[in-house]
């Protein structure tokens, strides 16, 4: 069973939260090139989302070349080049990033006094290692 | 993609219930999972589907073919698990599956037997003398190895236990991945909503409410905590709770807190049983 957490909290559309973690998978080097994906009925069920949403985001995924459909064989992970692996590492470091000054910005925190949080953790971390 | 089958207008009247007028389609590959309360009218709409009862009005087709025709060809098309099975009482396991077997010639006897070691079936006892979920297990058994292009199952799952209805899951969802198939499954039970169904097919006291696929009905709700109570209405609002609100139309509701200057404290997807209960009250 794949780690994929879909959030109902969330905005954002199922298959895109789908399309994200799986691509995290992949470029992170989780699931490797030629590793079988579950099929869209299991991970349907498994997800308890409909094979519909499930199939939209197997296609997108397959559009931006992460995955390769065997016919009669199944789904597997695609051979995928390292600068597509680092746009999606920095995309979703970036996501992180923009969903942190958003709470920052919701308790009105200025540029600065962000940017000092942010280096009082990175010091903090520093001296846990 | 065309339909394997598709209702049209379909009207019945029964002494005081009338069911209809009911237009539904089903596509291959996919799960549809007919809810609704008792007596909303999903097992007369089944049985209409098999031909077991007449329409007044509307029109049933199964892969082209009208199912009151004279072609009757489709119904080895379809295998169909009623709620109470009529006329199997008197004979056992062993004896059924002989009868059943013989008509379908993709019967997967591989597969009824692992479905009878599975549930551990008695096959030498008489149907009738069987519990209700035995004999609702035994139906199961009897059903999938017909190797149908489409399974209709009318509350499959109302006698079985919790570890048995993850079997029953597992069952359905490898039956549908060995060919391009359909199942129609009319169920009160969310778990089998929840992980099997892509579509919902809402009934109520015989009217069809809406015709859902799964996400689409999900993300359609939100609810919002909100920092005051709104004094006008919120659109598509559905309840109210104080400061907390549900409502059916997000988008426009988060307009509304924009423009009153009400802040989202937080705000959540509901449950597909929350859904479900609101669209049949």
Redesign the interface.
């Known amino acids: 069973m794949l780690p994929i957490r879909l959030s ?2 969330s905005r954002e ?3 895109h939260q789908i399309e994200k973690q799986l691509k995290a998978l992949i470029a992170g080097g989780h699931l490797t090139a030629g590793t079988p994906l579950p ?1 869209i ?2 991970l ?2 498994d997800l ?6 499930i199939r939209r985001a197997y296609q997108d995924l397959e559009a931006q070349g992460f995955i390769e459909t065997a016919h009669g064989k199944g789904t597997y992970v695609a051979e995928i080049k390292d600068v597509l692996k680092q746009e999606v590492k920095t995309a979703s470091v970036s996501e992180s990033f923009e969903r942190a000054i958003e709470t920052a910005r919701s308790y009105d925190y200025s540029d600065e006094e962000m940017t000092a949080i942010f280096h009082a953790i990175l010091e903090k971390r520093k001296k846990g290692e | 993609m065309p339909s394997w089958i598709e209702i049209n207008g379909l009207q019945k009247s029964m002494d005081d219930f009338q069911l209809g007028p009911i237009s539904l389609a089903i596509e291959p ?3 549809t999972a007919l809810v609704g309360n008792n007596g909303s009218g999903k097992s007369t709409l089944l049985k209409l589907v098999m031909n077991l009862a007449n329409a007044d009005a509307g029109s049933i087709e199964v892969f082209g073919k009208p199912v009151d025709g004279k072609d009757e060809s489709w119904k080895r098309k379809l295998a169909f698990q009623p709620q109470k099975i009529i006329g199997w009482d008197a004979y056992t396991g062993t004896t059924l599956k002989k009868m059943i077997s013989s008509f379908y010639e993709k019967w997967d006897e591989a597969l009824f037997e692992r479905i009878v070691r599975l549930f551990d079936i008695p096959l030498d006892k008489r149907f009738g003398k069987l519990s209700e979920g035995m004999q609702q297990k035994l139906s199961l058994a009897l059903a999938l190895p017909r190797n149908t292009d489409v399974l209709i199952l009318d509350e499959p799952t109302a006698f079985l236990d919790i570890p048995s209805k993850r079997y029953f ?1 597992d069952l359905l ?1 490898d039956w ?2 060995a060919e391009e198939r359909a199942i129609i499954i009319a169920s009160h039970q969310t778990d089998d909503l ?6 919902l097919f809402v009934m109520r006291e015989g009217k069809a409410i809406g015709h859902y ?3 689409t009905l ?2 359609s709700y939100r609810r919002y905590w909100l920092d005051e109570t709104p004094d006008g209405s919120v659109p598509g609002e559905v309840s109210r709770d104080r400061q907390r609100i549900v409502s059916a139309d997000p988008a426009a509701a988060e307009h509304y807190f924009a423009v009153e200057n009400i802040r989202i404290i ?4 509901l449950d597909l049983e929350e859904i479900i209960d609101m669209l049949l009250k």
């Open positions: 109902k909290e559309p199922i298959y099929s009925r299991a349907s069920k308890e989302i409909s094979v519909i949403t | 590959g996919t799960i899951m969802i549908m991945e929840r992980k099997l169904a892509d579509y696929e799964k996400e999900l993300e937080d705000h959540a997807a």
